[in-house]
């Protein structure tokens, strides 16, 4: 399975794209939504995206709001990964069609969790 992980923080993109990475997922990184949205209109086929609230250019909001706007890209799993815990932020993201939220920070047992709730953890790691 493939995996894009959208943070401003290369740290974040790193650390999250290594917890990915140890679960059996390929990965691809990206700055902000634009960059993302770039990606996947030039081919980039995954599954699932992680992504942060809070960038420039184009916030996972956006990011979210457009995927799920084109029937195409209708079956990548979303996923918050961000420091927004207000419970209205989170509604809005779920709203906009985020499946999961995990706020920052997280422990990789967290992501792993998230994963297991969404049915994308590879059957190896299952067992």
């Keep these: 399975m493939r995996a894009l992980v959208i943070d401003d923080s290369r740290t974040m993109r790193r650390i999250v794209a290594g917890i990915l990475e140890g679960l059996g997922f390929e990965t691809e990184g990206a700055e902000h939504g634009r960059a993302a949205l770039d990606l996947l209109e030039g081919g980039l086929d995954v599954q699932l995206c992680c992504v942060d609230w809070n960038m420039p250019v184009m916030d996972g909001l956006e990011f979210v709001t457009e995927v799920r706007a084109r029937r195409d890209w209708r079956h990548i799993t979303m996923m918050m990964v961000t420091t927004e815990g207000e419970q209205g932020q989170i509604v809005r993201a779920l709203a906009?069609?985020?499946?999961?939220?995990?706020?920052?920070?997280?422990?990789?047992?967290?992501?792993?969790?998230k994963l297991d709730l969404l049915g994308l953890l590879p059957i190896e790691e299952l067992a």
């Design 96 to 113: 906009a069609g985020a499946h999961e939220y995990l706020i920052k920070p997280f422990t990789p047992d967290a992501v792993r969790g």
